[in-house]
């Protein structure tokens, strides 16, 4: 990790700014290359996440890392970086709250601006509503990237929602693909 996101981290997991904070058991950061120009955000720790304090390490992690892999770009060493738009799980695994969203927004903009990515990858509803348009519908409007700001969005399916209808499994893998078509054609 680059000195500047050791030092978010460090100041991340002193963070009370919410009630989550008090029920976490970890932090969940971020993982990946402190120089990845591609970020993917999900929603929020689960159970797996938060006993572990890293992103998408539960059965949804898994099949993250195969599209990952599908791709050439493993969470080890190919070039991406993995956050959540909030750092502790919420109770139960409900969808955080918007005052929780509300309140844990800074620290992913904080990891923004270390990282400078090219392309933000949102992964489901809660991500892409957050981060692209409140109006997002995941089903409509994955694997389409527009610009915002200088940087390149695109929403996919959650992996969690992959996992319970395998019919989408299709649609995520293209937009995996597309993903890597534009990677590539960056130059990333
Ligand atoms: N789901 C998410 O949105 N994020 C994680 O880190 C794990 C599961």
């Not at 844990?104 to 892409?128: D, E, F, M, S, T």
């Not at 996992?163 to 597309?178: G, P, V, Y």
Request: charged share 25%; proline share 7%; net charge neutral.
């Amino acid at each position: 990790m680059s000195d500047s996101m050791q030092q978010l981290r460090a100041q991340c997991e002193e963070c009370q700014n919410c009630p989550l904070g008090a029920t976490r058991t970890n932090l969940v950061f971020g993982v990946g290359d402190p120089a990845a120009k591609v970020l993917f955000v999900g929603e929020g720790p689960g159970e797996q996440e938060d006993l572990q304090g890293e992103p998408f390490v539960g059965k949804s992690g898994q099949l993250l890392d195969r599209y990952l892999e599908l791709i050439d770009r493993p969470r080890d060493g190919g070039g991406i970086y993995i956050a959540n738009i909030v750092k502790c799980r919420p109770p139960h695994n409900r969808d955080p709250k918007p005052e929780e969203s509300e309140q844990c927004l800074p620290w992913l903009r904080a990891q923004v601006r270390v990282l400078r990515p090219q392309i933000i990858v949102c992964l489901g509803r809660i991500a892409a509503q957050r981060l692209i348009d409140p109006d997002f519908r995941v089903t409509r409007e994955h694997g389409v990237f527009r610009e915002k700001g200088g940087i390149l969005f695109m929403g996919t399916f959650h992996p969690a929602a992959l996992l319970r209808n395998s019919a989408q499994k299709k649609d995520a893998l293209a937009d995996f693909q597309a993903l890597r078509d534009k990677m590539e054609a960056l130059g990333l």
